[in-house]
């Protein structure tokens, strides 16, 4: 049986409204890649925008939204996914350290897409091949990486029996399931 208690509030939000903003942009500028105006880039430089302020509220944030909150050694990722392939990896009420890395991958893609489209809008970089080779190739790795990231999202939510995506919507999740916690002990962010 599962023991669930009470809700508290985990992702504030900045975090959710920038997650969803960045979903939604990349959607859209990948739909406009071939439009004709200026919109692909405009809706780029609003995604550079919104991933700017997710990146410094990593450092100014929240608890759970900080990159000191839920980044590990690459040695303390592999010992924690060895417990959770046997079932006895601790819980997190943030993201766990494979998230955290997942994560970071996106955002390290995401940077790459960004900064390569621009400089294809530049004189110095414009009609380098690479250029928008790199552009190209780093949108089908972040493509690649989405579809991986809501598997590892829903896996997550099935085997910590907590709804993940309800989490990334209202901010909340239970304190304590099954008895068990944070390892680095539990406590409800201030709202924002
Ligand atoms: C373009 C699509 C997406 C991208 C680039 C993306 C990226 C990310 C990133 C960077 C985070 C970390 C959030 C933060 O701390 O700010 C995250 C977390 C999360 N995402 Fe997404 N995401 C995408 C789509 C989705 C979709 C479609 C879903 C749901 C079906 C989803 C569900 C979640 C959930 C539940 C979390 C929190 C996971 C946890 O507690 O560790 N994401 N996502
Ligand atoms: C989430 C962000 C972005 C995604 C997913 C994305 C994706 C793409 C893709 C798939 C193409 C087609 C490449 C090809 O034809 O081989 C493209 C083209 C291009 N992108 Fe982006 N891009 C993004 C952001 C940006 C930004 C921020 C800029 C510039 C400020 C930009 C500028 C361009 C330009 C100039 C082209 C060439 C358009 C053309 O061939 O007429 N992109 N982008």
Redesign the pocket.
């Known amino acids: 049986m599962t023991a669930t208690s009470k809700q508290i509030l985990v992702f504030d939000r900045i975090v959710r409204s920038t997650h969803w903003l960045i979903a939604v ?2 959607v859209a ?2 739909f406009t ?2 439009a004709r105006g200026a919109w ?2 405009w809706l ?2 609003g ?2 925008a919104v991933l700017l302020l997710r990146l410094l509220w990593g450092l100014i944030g929240s608890r759970h939204a900080r990159f000191a909150d839920f980044m590990q050694s690459p040695l303390a990722t592999i010992r924690y996914a060895r417990k959770w392939w046997a079932g006895t990896a601790p819980r997190f009420l943030g993201h766990n350290p494979l998230g955290g890395w997942m994560i970071v991958t996106i955002w390290t893609t ?1 940077a790459v ?2 900064v390569t ?2 400089l ?2 530049t004189d110095r970089w414009f009609g380098i091949e690479w250029v ?1 080779e790199t ?2 190739i780093s ?1 089908w790795v ?1 493509l690649g990486l989405i579809p991986i990231h809501v598997i590892g999202v829903l896996l997550a939510s099935y085997r910590d029996r907590e709804h993940l995506i309800l989490a990334m919507i209202h901010g909340r999740k239970p304190e304590v399931i099954d008895g068990q916690t944070d390892p680095s002990g539990t406590s409800a962010i201030k709202p924002r």
């Open positions: 942009g990349i500028t990948w890649r071939h692909h880039e780029g430089y995604v550079a995401l897409v960004l489209g621009y294809f809008t928008i552009h190209a949108t972040l």
